[in-house]
């Protein structure tokens, strides 16, 4: 009897070492605070990939001077730093050349190629914000070397499947043209409101910022994107080979400037979460549904809830996260979708936090209330 007593306790004390406290520090096997922020977990058998932009000290660490991380985990508790992923480049001719902007990336799996595709938020160069590119990488296995291989702005030439009449044809393409004439601002702005922005897009492609990537139940990926100035997000369908775009696309959440979207399925529903454009600072977050990926999709209050004690910030600016990715259900997550979030350090960007949560779910809501561990 004692010694069954002994075993559970000691089966707790593993556990409660084992876990991590929501917003501190979270250490990998060797001790080091993990270093993948923004980023996703991937479920390959029955290892997990975490990963991550590998920021550096300082606000230097805002800029990709490394790449992509990844670690390894059977348990989502002890991680293994596997080292680089996706490796930045010394040639400052590459499109990731050392110092550009490197955030957000996703990886999948490709049912079709047996290849792991990953794709990232990507402005080239030493400027800040304009380019707004996605890069996409590929690698024969989870700890990559993924290797880059273009970066562009999608769906160049093609009109969204779900827009309506009146911003179709030449007239629209007119009053687009000239919308976007002036400069217009990549956060909430009177002239953004009234802007017509996606049919100019169409002229070298659409804006891609803050993103995620999502595999439906069909083998079918989607690429989710901040568009149009971060106004409005994208649904691309991806190509079966997970490379590239095939033009059929839908626009959500239509002027309502929804950066860091995280999605998942349930029951029937699909829950998308993101956040206001207020740069590195925390905001209210929010989150919508739809019966279909494809939408209509309706906007939802702020499924946080709770206060974090670390630094005394409740729902109203999202525990001082943002929201990056969302993990399916499986033993290790004991059978909860599993909402992730930053809590960024722009100052010293590599003392960036983490915040994982589970999902509760409704009859077609969703909360994520507030807990001291993972
Ligand atoms: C908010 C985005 O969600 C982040 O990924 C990053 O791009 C910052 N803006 C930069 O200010």
């Not at 769906?155 to 007119?174: F, I, K, R, S, V």
Request: with cysteine; proline share 6%; charged share 20%.
């Amino acid at each position: 009897m004692d010694r069954i007593c002994f075993t559970v306790l000691a089966a707790a004390a593993a556990m409660a070492a084992a876990a991590f406290e929501n917003g501190g520090i979270w250490p990998d096997s060797g001790g080091v605070h993990i270093n993948a922020h923004g980023g996703c977990v991937l479920q390959d058998g029955g290892t997990y990939y975490w990963y991550g932009e590998h920021k550096i000290a300082g606000g230097a660490g805002n800029r990709a001077h490394v790449g992509v991380g990844v670690y390894s985990s059977e348990d989502l508790h002890e991680w293994k730093n596997l080292g680089v992923a996706l490796a930045v480049s010394d040639d400052p001719a590459s499109d990731i050349a050392k110092g550009c902007i490197l955030e957000r990336p996703k990886v999948l799996k490709c049912p079709k190629t047996g290849k792991y595709v990953m794709y990232f938020h990507l402005e080239r160069g030493n400027g800040g914000y304009s380019d707004a590119r996605v890069g996409i990488a590929e690698a024969d296995a989870p700890e990559g070397p993924f290797k880059f291989i273009r970066a562009l702005r999608p769906t160049p030439g093609t009109a969204p499947q779900n827009a309506p009449a009146d911003e179709l044809g030449e007239e629209a393409m007119q009053k687009s043209l000239a919308d976007t004439a002036k400069p217009v601002s990549n956060g909430p702005s009177e002239a953004g409101m009234k802007a017509l922005l996606w049919p100019a897009h169409t002229r070298g492609g659409q804006h891609c910022r803050d993103m995620t990537l999502f595999l439906e139940d069909d083998g079918t990926a989607y690429h989710i994107h901040s568009s149009e100035h971060n106004s409005t997000l994208h649904i691309d369908e991806l190509t079966d080979d997970f490379l590239g775009y095939t033009g059929r696309w839908w626009r959500m959440a239509v002027k309502d400037w929804t950066e860091a979207p995280a999605i998942c399925k349930h029951d029937g529903w699909y829950y998308l979460i993101g956040s206001g454009c207020t740069g590195w600072k925390p905001n209210e977050a929010r989150y919508y549904r739809a019966r279909k990926i494809t939408g209509p999709w309706e906007r939802m209050g702020n499924p946080a809830s709770g206060i974090n004690p670390l630094n005394g910030i409740g729902p109203a600016l999202t525990w001082g996260g943002q929201s990056y990715y969302i993990l399916q259900p499986s033993k290790a997550t004991g059978g909860r979708h599993i909402a992730m979030f930053d809590i960024w350090r722009p100052q010293n960007a590599i003392d960036g936090r983490y915040v994982w949560l589970p999902v509760e779910f409704g009859d077609g809501t969703i909360s994520i209330p507030w807990k001291n561990e993972f």
